[in-house]
């Protein structure tokens, strides 16, 4: 059984169909890499995955689980969390106090009336906190402003915010983007250590990146799935190569 499979996915907005009956199937421990030009429908078709927009038609299906409706939030609970392409951290709150706020979400659940306790008296969110910022390699960073930190880092640590609500599944949009070189290479070399232990979902226009990492890769054009395979399938299919790789062989 897949561990998170998609099932004929639409959403449309208004007369726009976005994501037109798109379907995935995800085994546990694999990296699938969603990739297409702007337009696509990469980015519905990764929102209708976390819950954050409901499809026109289609469902989503998590351990076996019908997910669809449940929300964002409740599918965060099950164990499936996202990273985004623009950084979303706390900035005035330090690199750990970062980690604590998800952190806690993964001990303590749901909100309760005590969850304006000190943080200091939160039981496993100082040691979630820790190990993903070992993690993450932003350990020596952990009393430092967010703020502070190189673009680099910022991008690491909203990664470890995904990390600390301790998921199964980790959807990446756009982990690269905007990155030099050498920042590039360190993420990916951390999403290569993750995918140890981690089901990885990513979006990501970055081909030495994709290829480098995926072992599956669907293509979407226009709303469609017009391919799926593996690296060495995608990089000889003559469409792909055609719209997404320049004709590189």
């Known amino acids: ?17 976005a994501v037109d009956q798109v379907s995935l199937a995800i ?6 890499a969603l990739i297409g030009p702007n337009g696509a429908g ?7 995955l976390s819950g954050e927009l409901q499809p026109t038609s289609g469902e989503v299906y998590f351990k076996g689980e019908r997910i669809t409706h449940l929300g964002v939030a409740r599918v965060a609970q099950r164990g499936i969390a996202k990273s985004f392409q623009i950084t979303q951290i706390f900035p005035k709150l330090s690199v750990a106090e970062n980690l604590l706020v ?48 190189s673009y680099g880092e910022k991008r690491r640590l909203e990664l470890g915010l995904a990390l600390a609500t301790e998921p199964e599944v980790l959807l990446l949009d756009e982990p690269t983007a905007g990155m030099s070189p050498a920042e590039r290479d360190a993420m990916v070399e951390l999403l290569q250590r993750l995918r140890q232990s981690l089901t990885i979902v990513i979006v990501e226009h970055d ?10 890769i669907v293509v979407l054009q226009d709303g469609r799935q017009i391919a799926e395979g593996a690296p ?18």
């Open 1 to 17: 059984m897949p561990l998170l499979e998609a099932r004929d996915l639409t959403m449309r907005f208004g007369g726009l169909v």
């Open 27 to 32: 085994e546990p421990l694999t990296v699938t």
């Open 42 to 48: 990469k980015t519905s078709f990764f929102k209708m």
């Open 102 to 149: 998800p952190a806690l979400a993964a001990t303590r659940g749901s909100f309760r009336l005590d969850a304006f306790v000190p943080l200091a008296r939160a039981r496993g969110a100082h040691a979630i906190a820790d190990r993903v910022l070992e993690q993450v390699g932003l350990l020596e960073r952990r009393n430092l402003r967010a703020s502070s930190l």
């Open 207 to 216: 081909m030495d990146v994709v290829f480098g990492l995926a072992d599956r």
């Open 232 to 249: 060495t399938e995608i990089r000889g299919h003559p469409r792909v190569q055609e719209a997404y790789l320049g004709g590189v062989a």
